[in-house]
């Protein structure tokens, strides 16, 4: 008779678990299909003839690399011999997620402002080939894309007679893209007091290309202070590493016995706790 034990079991649920998340939709989808009537749903998520067919569906569809947590707590459950890891793999799986994704609107915020840029440039750059200023911005517009989702508003409001500064003055509320506003301002000037448009925005391409080299220069000033902190936030591991490598069993005292447990949980909160507090230093600090 075979025995499994509670961490092979624990492991076996955690696989169940993965698989009903991931491999599993795809036959929900299906379902939900068959028994509404919506061939068009089960349609849109037909795969191409050259992909590769799995028995139960693609497993890792969908999986960002926040679930590489899960196979390093299977891991550590698995040396230590304790089930301990795999509820802490478990809960660091949303942390991790929420953090790449800060991670991914700082770069889209970075995008945006960059496009912001280069839509000042392009829209000074026709009106001195001498395009009339709707024309300039409908074409820099389409060209840098930096309008995104209020492209549509600004670019009627321009083609029809509208309000162009309060349409940028709306698509400026996008994160990253605050520069619209000074683009608004100068087009106001220019349409009610008669001031030179492209003059206007060649001061506002230099004002926001000065903030954002300021803003570069502090990330590269802060890079080092933040290597510092994730360095002394890995020296856990490399005693445990360590200790390992000398016979002491430190996985065996952190997850088997009472004065472990108490060391893992008031480790691991002074662990996030620097962290949480570092990362608040650093983001305050690349504020110029």
């Known amino acids: 008779m075979v025995t499994v034990g509670p961490v092979s079991g624990a492991v076996l649920c955690l696989g169940a678990a993965v698989w009903l998340h991931t491999g599993g939709a795809r036959g929900a989808r299906r379902g939900r299909a068959l028994f509404t009537g919506g061939a068009a749903t089960e349609s849109a998520t037909i795969e191409p003839a050259s992909a590769v067919r799995w028995p139960f ?45 800060a991670r991914a609107r700082a770069k889209e915020r970075d995008l945006r402002t960059d496009g912001v840029i280069a839509l000042c440039a392009a829209v000074a750059a026709e009106l001195r080939a001498g395009c009339q200023p709707v024309q300039a911005l409908r074409f820099a517009a389409r060209s840098t894309g930096a309008l995104g989702a209020g492209e549509a508003a600004v670019l009627a409001a321009a083609r029809f007679g509208g309000d162009v500064p309060d349409a940028l003055r709306r698509a400026a509320d996008a994160d990253g893209a605050d520069g619209l506003a000074g683009l608004a ?47 002394l936030a890995l020296l856990p591991l490399a005693a445990l590493a360590m200790g ?4 002491a069993r430190p996985l065996h005292v952190l997850l088997h016995t009472p004065a472990g447990w108490g060391c893992l949980l008031l480790g691991g909160a002074l662990e996030a706790a620097g962290l949480w507090w570092a990362r608040r230093i650093v983001e305050a600090g690349e504020e110029p």
């Open 57 to 101: 569906g693609r497993p890792w569809s969908g999986l960002g690399p926040e679930w590489l947590c899960l196979p390093a707590a299977v891991a550590l459950a698995l040396l230590g011999g304790s089930p301990i890891p795999l509820p802490a793999g478990l809960a660091a799986v949303p942390l991790v997620r929420r953090r790449l994704r």
């Open 185 to 231: 301002a100068c087009w106001q000037v220019a349409v009610d007091g008669g001031a030179g448009l492209a003059a206007g925005l060649d001061r506002l391409e230099a004002a926001l290309r000065d903030r954002r080299e300021q803003r570069e220069r502090l990330r590269a000033e802060l890079s080092g202070a933040w290597a510092t902190v994730v360095l």
């Open 244 to 247: 390992a490598a000398l016979g």
